[in-house]
């Protein structure tokens, strides 16, 4: 093969075999291309690297020449994809479909995980994708990145072919997307593990106590005498427990009366939060994990969330009563709710544990029974359960905003909840009564004689 130096003004004549050559300039940063129809070949002017070699380094030769043989049909599919399209694309790139399209994906809050594809994983937990960042990451392995990252290392592609890749998908015109086909493997399974059940003497020998802060911060409300009752009865009622470091433990026991897992987490004094400590969340069957001398392994079982208060679903029902199931984010919050409003023939009070945990599969014992379901949301995540509300399309679903907007005050905070209102009122007048039609509507449904 031939080879020519010539400069960048220089003319590459047509010829039946004419090269591909690019003029690289060490006093540039751009490149001047030209191309005709060859063969597939690459050869270097003078041998070595582009700016190292003898050319350059010697500086007798303004520019290093590349001589690429190519064909001409080529040259726009590895070139001319400008940057706009480029961004077009991973814009629209969602790290969530493309992992999809080749592995199962299962839902754990707002995040998704699946069996991590760049080392040998065998369980769920380690690969993380994340929709709200659009990025995924395995915190086994070390491997993070997006939806072109996660093709050019699990496709073996190009940047550009990932591009393509990708274009195809989300039917995003570019050049050369013609000539790439989208042809995604079988999709590797999870294996199907038992649901994780913890034992019920977990739970008995886990019981909290009146040395429990967020208990005594309960006992020191201006609650009546009969709220006072309901006080024991609701913490009773949920099974409210105690770690051996002061974590109060919400159970979540599904409506099989099955333990799967407990939520610990610190409070004050004054029944805040305590998220000064290190240590001061952690989920039951973790510590487990975590434990080897414990004998539970995440390679064995699947931890599966419930609601908050689920085993209380068939409790206070009777027959002919239509019993209304209150939803509201916070655990502590549904505690405080029973306190004031009661779990009964009526109502039953539940969690979710989050405004993002709200989902189908979690209603599902409610909505196969065709209950009444209330969602009262925080202050901060209306508009989001308004939004849940409407996607989950069941009938008997209603959003109630009452408490949290027209009898919310400044000092109850932007994020307050119906329980900050509820321990508001109680605080200031144990017998306030909060009339309105909007209260009253309120009252009938929950059955109440007052609205503390």
């Not at 997006?146 to 039917?171: C, N, P, Q, T």
């Not at 997307?177 to 019920?200: C, G, Y």
């Not at 208060?309 to 019993?323: E, F, I, S």
């Not at 209102?421 to 605080?427: A, P």
Request: proline share 3%; with cysteine; hydrophobic share 35%.
């Amino acid at each position: 093969m031939k080879t020519r130096h010539c400069h960048s003004n220089s003319r590459v004549h047509t010829r039946t075999r004419a090269r591909f050559i690019i003029f690289i300039d060490k006093n540039y940063k751009d490149a001047h291309t030209r191309a005709r129809l060859a063969r597939p070949s690459v050869a270097l002017c003078g041998g070595g690297p582009l700016i190292e070699g003898p050319y350059g380094a010697t500086g007798s030769l303004a520019h290093a020449h590349v001589l690429i043989d190519f064909y001409a049909d080529k040259l726009n599919y590895y070139l001319m994809i400008d940057d706009f399209t480029i961004q077009r694309i991973k814009d629209a790139a969602h790290i969530r479909d493309v992992v999809g399209d080749f592995y199962e994906l299962r839902r754990r809050g707002v995040e998704y995980e699946c069996l991590c594809p760049f080392h040998e994983d065998r369980h769920l937990g380690s690969f993380k994708i994340s929709p709200r960042k659009n990025y995924a990451k395995c915190f086994a392995c070390g491997w993070q990145g997006g939806s072109v990252d996660f093709l050019m290392e699990h496709e073996h592609l190009s940047f550009l072919d990932a591009i393509r890749w990708l274009g195809k998908k989300y039917s995003i015109d570019c050049e050369g997307v013609d000539k790439f086909t989208v042809k995604p493997s079988a999709k590797r399974e999870v294996p199907q593990l038992p649901m994780l059940v913890l034992p019920e003497w977990m739970v008995q020998m886990r019981q909290t106590s009146c040395e429990n802060k967020l208990v005594r911060w309960l006992a020191g409300r201006n609650w009546d005498s009969s709220q006072r009752e309901r006080l024991y009865q609701a913490l009773e009622d949920y099974r409210i427990g105690e770690s051996r470091y002061g974590h109060t433990i919400f159970w979540q026991i599904d409506e099989k009366q099955q333990v799967r897992t407990g939520k610990m987490m610190l409070y004050k004094d004054d029944g805040h939060r305590n998220k000064e400590v290190k240590h001061n969340f952690d989920w039951v069957h973790s510590a487990l994990y975590r434990d080897y001398r414990s004998g539970y392994s995440a390679d064995k079982t699947d931890m599966k969330q419930c609601l908050f208060g689920m085993h209380l679903l068939d409790k206070y029902r009777v027959p002919n009563v239509d019993q209304e199931v209150c939803i509201v984010e916070s655990e502590k919050t549904a505690l405080i709710m029973a306190i004031a409003y009661g779990n009964n023939a009526k109502q039953v009070w539940m969690a979710c544990g989050g405004a993002e945990n709200l989902s189908r599969e979690k209603l599902k014992p409610i909505i196969e029974q065709g209950r009444a379901i209330h969602l009262y949301p925080d202050r901060d995540a209306i508009e989001t359960w308004q939004r849940k509300a409407e996607q989950l399309r069941y009938k008997r679903l209603k959003v109630d905003t009452t408490l949290v907007t027209k009898y919310w005050k400044p000092e109850d905070g932007e994020k307050a909840d119906i329980a900050d209102v509820v321990v508001r009122l109680t605080d200031s007048n144990p017998r306030h009564m909060v009339a309105g039609d909007a209260m009253t509507k309120l009252k009938k449904r929950l059955d109440l004689i007052e609205v503390i």
